[in-house]
C-alpha cells in the first residue's frame, strides 16, 4: 500500500514508519513526505532516509480549501492510497476529510477521548491524572475524535514535567503508530 506521510516540524513519528516500512514483510512503502512549513526539520530527516519530501506552504493559499486541493494533488501525484499525519497541524475541512475517509490516520499524544487539542502533557500534569499515553484514530471532521485504531498508556511519575512525559508518550508513539497503520492496511486488503 502507497502511503504518504504528512508533517508540520520534527518528524520523529514519520521516521518511526519509514524506519518500519523498509521491513519487506511491511504492508507499507512510504512514498512521499509533505510538509505545510517549508522549515521542517522532518522533511531533511525524510529525504536522508531516500523519501521524496515536498513542502506546500499553506500560508501561500488564498483558502483553506485551495491549499488542501493542493495537497490532494501531489499525494494523487504519488498514487497515495492511504495517509498518515504524524504532527501535522493544520485542522482539515469535511471535503477533504471526505476524500480519504478510512484511509488517514493520525497520531495523537493523550488517550483520547481524554485531552483532545494542544497541550496535553500540560493539562494531564496540571490535573494530576495517574496515567497519560497516545492514541492512534483515523481522521473525521471532528478534530482528534475519529475511530480508535490503537492506544498506549504509560504512567505518570512523582516529578514529570511536561518535558519528561512526553519523552515517555512519545516512545509509545513510535512503537504503535507502525503497529496501527499496518492493522488499518490489513482491514482495508
Ligand atoms: C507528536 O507528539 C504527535 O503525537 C503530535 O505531534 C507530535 C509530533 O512529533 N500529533 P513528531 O513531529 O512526530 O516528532
Known sequence: M???ILISGRGSNMTALIKAAKDPDYP????????????????????????????IDHKQFDSREAFEDALHNE??????????????MRIMTS?????????MLNIHP???????????????L??????H??????VIADLDAGPIIMQAEVPVLAGDTADSLAKRVLAEEHRIYPLSLAKAINKLS
Open 2 to 4: 502507497r502511503v504518504g
Open 28 to 55: 507499507a512503502e512510504i512514498v512521499v513526505v509533505i510538509s505545510n512549513r517549508p522549515d521542517a526539520a522532518g522533511l531533511d530527516s525524510a529525504r536522508q532516509e531516500g523519501i521524496a519530501a515536498i513542502s
Open 75 to 88: 499525494l494523487l501525484a504519488h498514487k497515495v492510497e492511504m495517509v498518515a499525519c504524524a504532527g501535522f
Open 95 to 103: 471535503g477533504f476529510v471526505k476524500k480519504w475517509q478510512d484511509r
Open 110 to 124: 493523550s488517550l483520547l477521548p481524554a485531552y483532545k487539542g494542544l497541550h496535553t502533557h500540560e493539562r494531564a
Open 126 to 131: 496540571k490535573d494530576g491524572a495517574k496515567t
Open 133 to 138: 499515553g497516545c492514541t492512534v484514530h483515523y
